[in-house]
């Protein structure tokens, strides 16, 4: 449960409620006399984190600074995120330049994914101890680095090695904003932002070889490089002058309250509590999720009694009117936890069931893109298509589209379809409930595939391959990722960055064990195997999400007394 409240109150809940309340369990609705800060919208929906009443608690601060943060974090998972994948286009340039073949140039792509994924060890746990900005700021200072190295690189072993560097210094695109995210946005809202993080990530991704290969064919390879040098310095600058630490400790709620106290308000007599308790029964089947806002509750009138106990009346004097202070403007916070332990979680967060399955949804759906990447230039660029390494690029179109499909659809049901399964459930969110809008994009993704490799294996018209199979692959690429990580943040919010560790790593190293072995599979058995083999596995993990519709909650039992939920 994310409400801040000890453990007294939780059991209170429990008993209140008559169900077990497991961490990712949240109460979106009034229970008994346990009333909640609400938003100051007309619906008052119940606020999840409960927010503190301090002005420079991230959860409270104002529309623009709470744009400005999630700006800056978007544009560093875009900036960081255009680069590795960009080569696509150019492997024939990067052949005739450094004197090599297919196979080999392909590996500069699969190394920096695996150091990318590995890179994320050190990054999380600096972001935890240290705060989330030193990490913006330097990890987008070596990608800066790294792409002047490899604007200047003459030969095979240097471009690679900057691709290293550039892998060290590009992990956070793939970590740190779902936990931005957590820190500023309420549960409500969260669905759309972490598609909105998935699609500008593989968005930057589909990008780059849009870009890389015009500018290739027009300018040279070495012109797409100073283009991305001068997109990272910007992005620096926003970091250091937009972007304010969103690290903050929110202390427990004591269990004689359940909202912190605010100024004015005094104790209620026995009678008017047990009076509005009453009312809360009568009338609490009603107060529950609007299908739109995400659990809103009936309100209660405007109480003038100034005995009237604050759990009755309390409202955050600063929600949506906060602003940083001058020391979450520091290079960075002072340490804080345990920077060991932070190495060791992911590891640990290997064996939660949730986590598991989140890695190997996001691992493999993400290998679906990646396998376009690797296969267009060989597909298209021998009959009986023989297109130039431009036209090959602008077909990336198709992917950024279908993303744009899957985030403007993707976050809004998935938020949807949870708000209407609280309402039917009394005002209990599960993280579960996210599940079920899965199934769609599921579908679009078999689709897409098999449009792909049978395209490319039968030499079907490009436009074929390229508006359906690419853009199917655009959609499912940005909304099953986003689906089932945000199912495993929402179970374990306080490790969100180790948890994107693990599925980090799970997923470079199947990518580079898929990008070292895609094209000599091709050159053997043909598109067919390879992308369908993909396919089955895809749609295999994403099934398990089955087992976890019904025992999930169960899995979530398992773990509720780890030390994770209190990190």
């Known amino acids: 449960m994310d409400q801040n409240l000890d453990p007294n109150t939780v059991r209170e809940l429990e008993r209140e409620l008559g169900t077990a309340i497991y961490p990712g369990t949240e109460i979106m609705t ?26 420079h608690d991230p959860l409270n601060w104002s529309p623009m600074w709470k744009g400005f943060t999630i700006f800056c974090a978007t544009l560093v998972s875009f900036a960081q995120g255009f680069g590795p994948l960009a080569l696509a286009p150019m492997f024939g340039d990067y052949i005739q330049a450094f004197d090599s073949n297919l196979a080999d140039v392909v590996q500069f792509t699969g190394i920096a994914i695996l150091v990318l994924g590995f890179s994320n060890f050190i990054w999380v746990p600096i972001q935890t101890c240290f705060g989330r900005r030193p990490v913006l700021i330097l990890s987008t200072l070596i990608c800066f680095g790294s792409s002047i190295w490899r604007a200047k690189a003459n030969s095979y072993g240097s471009f690679m090695g900057a691709c290293v560097l550039n892998g060290i210094g590009a992990g956070p695109a793939e970590t740190i904003q779902p936990t931005i995210i957590a820190d500023v946005i309420f549960l409500h809202d969260r669905g759309k932002h972490n598609t909105l993080y998935f699609a500008v990530y593989f968005g930057s991704l589909m990008v780059g070889p849009i870009i890389s290969g015009p500018m290739a064919e027009n300018l040279g390879w070495r012109s797409f490089w100073w283009l991305n040098t001068g997109l990272l310095g910007f992005t620096v600058l926003c970091c250091i ?110 064996t939660f069931p949730i986590v598991q399955f989140s890695s190997f949804v996001v691992s493999w759906t993400a290998s679906s893109f990646l396998t376009l990447n690797l296969t267009q230039s060989q597909a298209f660029a021998v009959p009986p298509y023989n297109f130039s390494s431009s036209k090959i690029g602008f077909f990336n179109f198709a992917i950024l589209i279908g993303a744009f499909i899957g985030l403007f659809t993707a976050g809004p049901l998935s938020d949807f379809i949870a708000a209407r399964l609280t309402k039917r459930n009394n005002g209990i969110r599960e993280p579960e409930m996210r599940l079920l809008t899965m199934i769609p994009y599921v579908i679009i993704m078999i689709i897409g595939n098999v449009v792909v490799a049978l395209g490319y294996e039968r030499g ?17 690429v940005a909304a099953l990722p986003s689906i089932s990580s945000t199912y495993s943040v929402d179970s374990y919010k306080p490790v969100a960055g180790s948890i994107f560790v693990a599925i980090t790593v799970n997923k470079n190293v199947w990518g580079y064990g898929f990008s070292k072995f895609i094209t000599p599979w091709i050159i053997k058995s043909g598109y067919i195997p390879p992308i369908m083999t993909n396919m089955s596995l895809i749609t295999f993990f994403c099934c398990t999400g089955i087992i976890f519709w019904y025992y999930g909650k169960t899995f979530r039992k398992w773990t509720r007394n780890s030390k994770v939920h209190s990190m």
């Open 460 to 476: 079907w018209d490009w436009k074929v391959i390229v508006i359906i199979g690419y853009t199917c692959a655009g959609i499912q």
């Open 30 to 55: 009034d229970v008994g006399s346990h009333h909640f800060v609400k938003a100051g919208t007309g619906t008052h929906s119940v606020l999840v984190p409960q927010p503190s009443d301090d002005e």
């Open 241 to 350: 002058f937009l972007f304010p630490e969103t690290k903050f400790n929110r202390p427990f709620v004591p269990s004689h309250v359940t909202a912190s106290a605010s100024p004015g308000l005094k104790s209620a007599s026995m009678e008017e509590v047990e009076d509005s308790t009453q009312q809360h029964q009568t009338t609490s089947a009603k107060d529950h999720a609007d299908p739109e806002k995400a659990a809103p509750v009936q309100s209660h009138p405007r109480v003038e009694n100034p005995n009237l106990d604050h759990a009755l009346t309390h409202q955050d004097p600063w929600l949506g009117r906060g602003k940083p202070s001058k020391s979450q403007w520091k290079l960075m916070q002072p340490y804080e936890g345990n920077f060991f332990m932070e190495l060791w979680m992911p590891w640990k967060l290997f």
